[in-house]
T-cell receptor, first 113, second 112 residues
Framework: DARVTQTPRHKVTEMGQEVTMRCQPILGHNTVFWYRQTMMQGLELLAYFRNRAPLDDSGMPKDRFSAEMPDATLATLKIQPSEPRDSAVYFC???????????FGPGTRLTVT | GEDVEQSLFLSVREGDSSVINCTYTDSSSTYLYWYKQEPGAGLQLLTYIFSNMDMKQDQRLTVLLNKKDKHLSLRIADTQTGDSAIYFCAESIRGGADGLTFGKGTHLIIQP
């Protein structure tokens, strides 16, 4: 049963702390996406990678957010320093270009106090 | 710019059909998707349709696309309590290989 996995599922941290979220895409998928979900803004695309290369990170606050793919089985999203407005659910999704489906992980619920 | 709009709530009786509507503005949209999100869970891909299609049916789900009006709908036949969730419409120019633009989601409420 191929699934996207994300860790941690929940994270509570204090303002100013560094937060790292991890994603394992479905094996064989070559495209990985990071989305953020909030009540006010809904689902927003933050960044995505294809074959581990960043393609678009225009949705991401550049000064504090960074996204990387150290290898084909791991994607990371880091926030440093974190702020209360970063509180949201962060989803990772993966797909296989040029196919059409995009599969989501269960999300990381981040609370910054 | 891209925009996808949906009604926030829909209430239906168990056993009736549910019709969830969505409008989009980007005429370049080539792929249109429906996702389902249950409380505390991720998004589950339900179905998608290409812009050169008018309709797609998959068991209890029927997707209708009016490209001229940029209107997409999802019909769920014989709605059950397990269908209670938030349904998101999403669009993309290049399909799943690019980022999706989502609507705010429609909360489907099932009345007994």
């Amino acid at each position: 049963d191929a699934r996207v996995t994300q860790t941690p599922r929940h994270k509570v941290t204090e303002m100013g702390q560094e937060v790292t979220m991890r994603c394992q895409p479905i094996l064989g998928h070559n495209t990985v996406f990071w989305y953020r979900q909030t009540m006010m803004q809904g689902l927003e695309l933050l960044a995505y990678f294809r074959n581990r290369a960043p393609l678009d990170d225009s949705g991401m606050p550049k000064d504090r957010f960074s996204a990387e793919m150290p290898d084909a089985t791991l994607a990371t999203l880091k926030i440093q320093p974190s702020e209360p407005r970063d509180s949201a659910v962060y989803f990772c999704a993966s797909g296989l270009d040029p196919h059409y489906e995009q599969y989501f992980g269960p999300g990381t619920r981040l609370t910054v106090t | 710019g891209e925009d996808v709009e949906q009604s926030l709530f829909l209430s239906v009786r168990e056993g009736d059909s549910s019709v969830i509507n969505c409008t989009y503005t980007d005429s370049s949209s080539t792929y249109l998707y429906w996702y389902k999100q249950e409380p505390g869970a991720g998004l589950q891909l339900l179905t998608y349709i290409f812009s050169n299609m008018d309709m797609k049916q998959d068991q209890r789900l029927t997707v209708l696309l009016n490209k001229k009006d940029k209107h997409l709908s999802l019909r769920i036949a014989d709605t059950q309590t397990g269908d209670s969730a938030i349904y998101f419409c999403a669009e993309s120019i290049r399909g799943g290989a690019d980022g999706l633009t989502f609507g705010k989601g429609t909360h489907l409420i099932i009345q007994p």
